[in-house]
């Protein structure tokens, strides 16, 4: 199983940008799917982000121009890059990890992931 640790997050005011990082351990001869949930409170967990082992990426529409996913393999960390927050960014944001049979795999079905970091908060003020 995959260990993920975060980091990054805090509190920014409107417009302004923030990184999250989130380093995982585990097999290498293995593919995995990474990808950023968010969860605001009294709501669901959604998709934010993903990126297979190749470096494919996909975006929930509501992030689309202003969040940027990244891997780098050499350092086992996958990045979340948000620039031009929003107030209604705010949430708990996790990193995910699932095993996947291609390189070229993304995944954004929460249920499709095997293994979750500890979720870091993103507080957005206007």
């Known amino acids: 199983q995959v260990q993920l640790v975060q980091s990054g997050g805090g509190l920014v005011q409107t417009g302004g940008s923030l990184m999250l990082s989130c380093v995982f351990s585990g097999r290498t001869d293995i593919n995995y799917a990474m990808g950023w949930f968010r969860q605001a409170p009294g709501k669901e967990r959604d998709f934010v982000a993903g990126?297979?082992?190749?470096?494919?990426?996909s975006y929930a529409d509501s992030v689309k121009g202003r969040f940027t996913i990244s891997r780098d393999s050499r350092k086992s960390t996958i990045y979340l890059q948000m620039n031009s927050l929003k107030t209604e960014d705010t949430a708990v944001y996790y990193c995910a990890a699932g095993r996947t049979g291609s390189d070229r795999t993304i995944r954004t079905a929460a249920s499709l992931f095997d293994s979750w970091g500890q979720g870091t908060q993103v507080t957005v003020s206007s």
């Open positions: 990126i297979s082992a190749s470096g494919r990426t």
